[in-house]
């Protein structure tokens, strides 16, 4: 739409016709008060806030609702309009409960804050107030009717946003009141998105409510650990005992890659962290076989004298290294260099949760083919081909329904199943079991979707982890015959991307560079082995015929995960770094107590490449980083560690919040800045962005634009562009993707240590069984 | 049954029928009936227009605007379809006019509903009953039914290729669908939630398409002003304010009833001698000219008061539904002004804040202050309440509870004062008044 | 779930005479849902009140959630969703009928009836509700019983009303039986 200029308050301000006031003036710094209107939702105009002048209208006009065009003359702030929002107030709080001292939202109440600036301070109301018992709604969510202002933002965030409708308004006059889908019970996906648009303390969050005063907290702003979207969380941290506790997620900071959203798992699921079963001590097998508590000192000497021996008698190509879909790429990084440089093997691998090696290979030599997550956000049209977003990438099916929502995006979703987004789709093919064998054939075919599809313009197209190895080239191939067409492959877990991404593969170098080309890498590799290593099954082969002598296995669980007997360990000196005793750390001979990713710093890179600084947010006593435990795991095998970890070339001392956390403040910001500047201190081998100066300089993807990414942004990197070909190896295969399938409420060995995350799982089974239905 | 009235100085324009058996299709037919659609099938959209533009016709359901005007705003290419619908929710309290034309003359609405919708370009028409009105709706459906039967209605109406269905509908009890995107709502479904406006149902009505939407009177006003002429239909009522309207009057009167006058007829006359003056010869105390949203007027206010949408809203009120409203010097006015707030607090929809907070906030204070317990400040308080939702809220039900309020604490603040500090009331009334 | 594939019939709670009704109801307007306060209207003359079965039927009916169906009906004063007597007593006391003796009507029920707003007597043959206008101003005060209007009333015509619609309850108690 055209530019018209009008007037706001004397100032002349500039906007696209028909762009509503209220986000006109507050682009121009201009604050219209609101309590309905929400950016992205429907229009109400209930809560008559936001009232303005316009020049010859008689009446006061809401902002929320009025467009703006040539020649307007508006008022936004008078004696007249001051009068009215109080006023407005006042009646508000006449049935209002006034708890604010132990109201949850206090401090960080609308409500509180417009009776403060507008001055409705002394209370006319004479009258009886309406009392009624607050309600839990679930485990998450609960509702305190009387401080329910009805402003129907949760009723739209839930229909409109969330596409779940669990939110109704019911009877009418005062007696309106939000009522649950199941009479008094919410049969929801949790995602507790109610809770965050509540402008008011009506709708509390199971988890925080009566914890803590929010002035009482820090708050972090950081990366979800959860899956693979990579949503900004910010974290509630308040000082206790051991550290620092986690005591609230919310999205606060609605800056991220995820705007508004969050869903159970990021808001929720922070728990774990708190877990009892936490480990806090290194543990050792004892000459009983019993693991018993031990000292760094003592552990990392034991660990690291093994490894040496073990690699001195046996070779390097005795160890192997599992890494982690959850630890930072600078872990990632450090983890496999280690292997190849000190451990000398290629013997690594991880949880492969997506082909993301065939992708980056499909890509190879091509610019601007890979899509960001927020090119899915604008993009026009979207081909989403397997998976079920909604379920397992729910930032991505919140994107997708926000696009088609507010941008009628075009969505084509081809899938073996009928999943939830086939409601916000323009076309959906049906698929047989086996149907994703032969995309492009499907494509150029004759039917309507295919035809619909080739229609588009420009496309984006997802591919579900069900699309692998040939299939992704063929499908790419196909794409790049068609001109403007953008690629995402779709993975689980925090971190699967950085851990294929960073060279937790046998064959491939960080950059999905091939260990028998090693370009750069030669020479900055000293030792590395010219023999692409073992994949994660063969290492268990090896291990049942005795011929692995060692095993590091960094926040993983394959014994879990792989379904492999423990018996096939039995030969094999296990190390695993790790923050619970799982299935796999039961068996070992040393465990180091692993930081959590909320409580550490370090880059990670979701499932489309977009890379996000964690910051860490709490403290916990007894764990360290898994870089730390790597970096000392390698001193204390006599290693150069200024090879491995370059630091301290700046000669600068101060850290970047590494060993403060939470309790970081302006130090902090500071660092930042230098960061940002290119001036980072690397004063400490323990300091992780040492590594990234590195992967920077290794991986042409991963040459960031540091003034966003520390400051808090994504930045977009490129799997393929920089690389020339590169054959599809064959130890990619298919079969060695082996997907996570969490749900809303599962987060792998994660999600079995929260409580949260289980009793939501719990309330909803039988419901989400029926809606699965529907 | 409701007991039909007459006076001399009645213009029977739109009562013409009641009482003849007009409801039976060919009685109407007899008395004249569908000539005026077919004439107007012969002349098209613009010379009905026209015709209601010349009539001065204003709308019967409260805001009195122009309807040949309203008519003009719709577009006349659509990409959706368009839709006429009568409004038949007729629940302001005081008024009770709609009931005898849905109970005498229902093909009188049907055909005003054909009309318009050639006027507009629709082919689909829906007469809205409030939900009360079920004996009524059942009528409407039977004549709806008949006239299908003779062909006036279908895909070829009076054996011509236009296309115009009636389909009816009923409400469930909630006065806030009366207004007219709320109404449209309610027709879809919904909760009886009014609309952003704009866009207006002019443009974006009902299922989206361009939509006319008129009170049951005024449909049922459009064939007798084509029948007669736009002009001549002016001629009979004031300047502005064309025709005859039907007037509701009720309470302490002699003869109350629905009475068909000109516009512009004289209140005090009305009531004295239309209606035969102030029961047992009581005094008058005070009038509600136009049903119970329009503040009340004093005696001495109705001296020379025309009873057209102009004149009355030079008084200080309006013409509203023409509901009047007769009070005797016997009424407590606090007792009046609470059963009147609370019929708006109990049928505020509660979308908006200064509406759903302030009918309750009102109702409350009016109840304490009613049963004894007022202290002097409330009575500013209920003013700068009322005075606060003025023009402030989303649809105009919250002025309708503000404005009465606001005219019964300014014209009567001594008799709320009277009320203070557990004084008994004036009346002797206060019985304890349960309201809904 | 798509009311189309599964038979009316053998679902519905409601009379064959009803449920043909709903059936045509729904084709009746441009979209399925304007269905909706009818039909909750109608399936609430037979059964008496909006039963959770009810919601439930009708949700399925016109397709939409049972959430959604109880947004709109706990909106509409008619509605409602605990069983009524079989006459309804519907007293208007708004402005009108208040000025020309509504309330001394209104009381006279309750006395006669023992039972206040919204109450039921014990044999279910009555209920009573103080309504807001009904539109029968001039002919106050006037009142429902069920959908019939009574209007021009005095507090002594309240025992003969009663005692017309008792004699009517009986008479179909017994045809019923009979
Ligand atoms: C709260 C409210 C209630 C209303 N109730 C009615 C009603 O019951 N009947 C009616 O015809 N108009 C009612 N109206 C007016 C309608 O909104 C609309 O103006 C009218 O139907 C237009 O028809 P007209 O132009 O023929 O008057 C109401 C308006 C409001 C704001
Ligand atoms: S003024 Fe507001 S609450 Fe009142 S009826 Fe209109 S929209 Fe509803
Ligand atoms: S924000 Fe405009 S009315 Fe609420």
């Known amino acids: 739409m055209a530019d018209v200029t009008f007037t706001v308050d004397g100032k002349k301000l500039t906007a696209p016709a028909g762009t509503l006031l209220i986000e006109a003036c507050r682009k121009a710094g201009i604050e219209i008060p609101a309590f309905c209107y929400y950016p992205g939702l429907s229009l109400q105009a209930a809560c008559r806030m936001c009232v303005v002048r316009q020049e010859k209208v008689p009446k006061l006009q809401t902002a929320c609702t009025t467009t703006v065009a040539e020649g307007q003359v508006f008022i936004t702030e008078s004696a007249e309009i001051a009068q009215a929002r109080k006023a407005t107030i006042e009646l508000l709080l006449g049935n209002h409960p006034l708890d604010c001292p132990v109201c949850d939202a206090g401090g960080e109440c609308e409500l509180q ?92 969050s199971g988890s925080y409510r009566y914890k803590t005063r929010p002035w009482e907290m820090n708050h972090v702003s950081t990366v979800c650990t959860h899956c693979a979207d990579g949503c900004k969380v910010t974290l509630g941290v308040r000082q206790s005992n051991d550290g620092s506790e986690i005591v609230r997620a919310d999205n606060r900071d609605k800056s991220g890659i995820n705007g508004d959203f969050l869903c159970a798992k990021g808001r929720f699921g922070f728990d774990f962290v708190e877990s009892p079963e936490r480990l806090n001590k290194p543990l050792v097998r004892n000459a009983q076989g019993v693991l018993e508590p031990a000292t760094w000192e003592h552990a990392l000497r034991y660990a690291a004298s093994k490894l040496s021996e073990i690699r001195e008698s046996r070779g390097g190509e005795s160890i192997a290294v599992i890494g982690s879909s959850n630890t930072t790429n600078e872990e990632n990084y450090l983890l ?20 993301y090696a065939a992708f ?271 970096v000392r795991l390698a001193g204390s095998m006599g290693v150069d560690v200024k090879a491995l970890v370059p630091f301290g070339k700046l000669g600068v001392t101060a850290d970047l919040g590494q060993s403060r956390g939470a309790q970081a403040g302006e130090a902090d910001r500071h660092a930042v800045w230098l960061a940002a500047n290119g001036l980072e201190m690397k004063t400490s081998p323990f300091d992780p962005l040492a590594v990234l100066d590195e992967i920077e300089r290794l991986v042409p993807a991963y040459k960031l634009d540091r003034l966003n990414l520390f400051g808090g942004s994504d930045v977009p990197t490129e799997p393929g562009a920089t690389m020339g070909f590169v054959p599809v190896s064959a130890l990619t295969a298919p079969n060695l993707v082996v997907p996570a399938h969490d749900g809303l409420f599962t987060s792998g060995t994660l999600g079995r240590y929260s409580p949260a995350l289980k009793e939501l799982q719990q309330h909803q089974s039988p419901a989400l069984a029926e809606t699965a239905a529907d | 049954m409701p007991r039909l009235v007459s006076h001399p100085d009645e213009v029977k324009i739109v009562s013409r029928r009641f009482g003849l058996g007009a409801e039976k299709i060919d009685r109407y037919i007899e008395l004249g009936g569908y000539e005026s659609a077919r004439k107007c099938l012969a002349q098209g959209p613009d010379w009905i227009i026209n015709e209601l533009k010349a009539s001065s016709l204003r709308g019967r359901g409260g805001a009195g605007f122009p309807t040949g005007m309203k008519w003009s705003f719709v577009p006349k290419q659509s990409a959706k379809p368009k839709y006429v619908l009568v409004n038949g929710d007729e629940s302001e309290p005081g008024t009770c006019k709609d009931h005898l034309i849905f109970l005498h003359d229902p093909h009188a609405v049907i055909e005003g509903a054909i009309i318009a919708g050639l006027a507009i370009g629709a082919k689909v028409g829906f007469i809205y009953l409030r939900g009360e009105y079920r004996y009524l709706l059942e009528i409407m459906e039977k004549a709806v039914a008949d006239a299908y039967a003779k062909g006036f209605l279908g895909k070829n109406i009076f054996g011509s290729d236009t296309e115009f269905q009636i389909i009816t509908q009923t409400g469930a009890g909630a006065y806030e669908v009366g207004e007219e995107s709320a109404l449209m709502e309610s027709l879809e479904g919904k909760r009886g939630v009014p609309r952003i406006k704009p866009p207006f149902p002019a443009v974006v009505g009902l299922y989206g398409g361009p939509t006319v939407i008129n009170n049951a009177e005024t ?23 064309g025709g005859t309207r039907l007037f509701s009057i009720s309470g302490h009167v002699e003869r109350p009833g629905v009475y068909e006058l000109p516009m512009g007829y004289n209140l005090k006359k009305m009531i004295y001698e239309v209606a035969g003056g102030v029961r047992s010869g009581r005094k008058l105390k005070a009038v509600v000219p136009g049903g119970s949203s329009t503040p009340v007027l004093l005696p001495e206010e109705i001296e020379t008061l025309g009873m057209d949408f102009d004149q009355v809203g030079k008084a200080g009120s309006m013409l509203g539904s023409a509901g009047v409203v007769v009070l005797d010097d016997q009424t407590c006015i606090v007792e009046f002004a609470l059963r009147t707030i609370s019929f708006y607090q109990h049928e505020s929809c509660g979308w908006c804040i200064p509406c759903r907070e302030g009918t309750d906030w009102l109702k409350k204070s009016l109840t304490r202050f009613h049963a004894g317990f007022g202290v002097a400040k409330d009575i500013d308080n209920i003013k700068y309440l009322a005075e606060n939702m003025l023009g402030r809220t989303f649809c105009p039900l919250g002025d309708a509870a503000a404005m009465p309020t606001l005219g019964f604490v300014n014209k009567f603040r001594k008799e709320f004062e009277d009320h203070l500090d557990g004084k008994p009331c004036p009346f002797a009334k206060h019985v304890e008044l349960a309201v809904v | 779930m798509s009311p189309n594939n599964t038979s009316t019939e053998t679902m519905t709670l409601f009379s064959p005479q009803l449920a043909a009704r709903l059936d045509a109801l729904v084709e009746k307007y441009p979209l399925r849902r304007s269905a909706l306060v009818p039909m909750l209207l109608y399936a609430q003359d037979e059964v008496g009140y909006l039963s959770d079965a009810v919601v439930a039927e009708v949700a399925w009916r016109i397709g939409i959630t049972e959430l959604e169906v109880r947004n709109v009906a706990t909106y509409y004063s008619m509605l409602r969703f605990k069983p009524a007597g079989k006459y309804n007593v519907q007293v208007c006391t708004n402005i009108s009928c208040m000025l020309r003796g509504g309330y001394e009507l209104y009381e006279r029920f309750q006395e006669e009836l023992g039972i206040g707003h919204k109450g039921v007597t014990p044999d279910g043959v009555f209920s009573l509700e103080e309504v807001e206008c009904i539109g029968a101003c001039c002919w106050a005060p006037a009142i429902q019983v069920n959908y019939e209007f009574l209007d021009e009333l005095n507090p002594d015509q309240v025992p003969g009303i009663l005692a017309d619609y008792r004699a009517k309850a009986a008479a179909e108690e017994r045809s019923s039986h009979a």
């Open chain 2, 219 to 241: 449909i049922a006003t459009v064939p007798y002003v084509i029948e007669m002429g736009g002009a001549a239909f002016a001629a009979v009522g004031s300047p502005k304010n």
């Open chain 1, 360 to 630: 980056a290979s499909a890509l190879a030599g091509r610019q601007s083919k890979a899509a960001s997550l927020r090119d899915v956000a604008i993009a026009p049209a979207i081909l989403l081909i397997g998976g079920d977003p909604t379920v397992e990438h729910p930032l991505l099916a919140w994107t997708l329904r926000t696009n088609v929502r507010l941008n009628k995006a075009r969505l084509y979703i081809a899938n073996t199943a009928k999943i939830k987004l086939t409601r916000q789709a323009r076309a959906t093919l049906e698929l047989p079991a086996d149907g994703y064998r032969n995309l492009p054939v499907l494509l150029d075919g004759d039917t309507d979707f295919a035809k619909a599809v080739r229609a588009e313009e420009s496309l984006l197209v997802i591919m579900g982890e069900e699309i692998r190895g040939a299939q992704i080239e063929a499908l790419v191939g196909w794409g790049l015959g068609r001109g403007d067409v953008r690629f995402a492959c779709l993975g689980d877990r925090a971190n699967s991307r950085g851990a294929a991404d960073m060279g937790l593969l046998p064959d491939l170098l960080p950059g999905y560079v091939q260990v028998n080309s090693p370009g750069a890498f030669a020479a900055e590799y000293p030792g590395l082995p010219s023999n692409p290593g073992k994949t994660e099954p063969e290492m268990f082969a090896a291990a049942a015929k005795g011929e692995l002598g060692a095993l590091l296995i960094v926040g993983a669980n394959p014994i879990a995960r792989l379904g492999v007997a423990g018996e096939a360990l039995k030969n094999t000196f296990v190390i695993v770094q790790d923050i619970f005793l799982n299935e796999t750390a039961a068996l070992a001979d040393v465990v180091f107590p692993a930081a959590s990713l909320y409580e550490k710093s370090g880059t990670i890179t979701n499932t489309f490449g977009d890379v996000q600084l964690a910051r860490k947010a709490a403290d916990r006593a007894g764990v360290k980083p898994d870089f730390e435990i790597l």
């Open chain 1, 113 to 204: 804050d417009m009776t403060f600036k507008y001055g409705a301070g002394v209370s006319l109301y004479a009258e009886a107030k309406q009392h009624r018992e607050e309600q839990q709604w679930s485990p998450a969510v609960f509702y305190d009717r009387p401080r329910c202002i009805l402003c129907y933002r949760c009723i739209r965030m839930c229909g409109e946003g969330m596409d779940v409708w669990a939110l109704g308004v019911q009877n009418r006059a005062v007696s309106s009141v939000i009522v649950p889908n199941g009479g008094d019970q919410l049969d929801c996906e949790q995602c507790g998105m109610c809770i965050d648009v509540c402008p008011v303390g009506a709708l509390t």
């Open chain 1, 336 to 355: 496999q260099k280690f292997a190849r440089t000190v451990l000398r093997t290629n013997n690594i691998d991880h949880q492969r949760t997506a082909d």
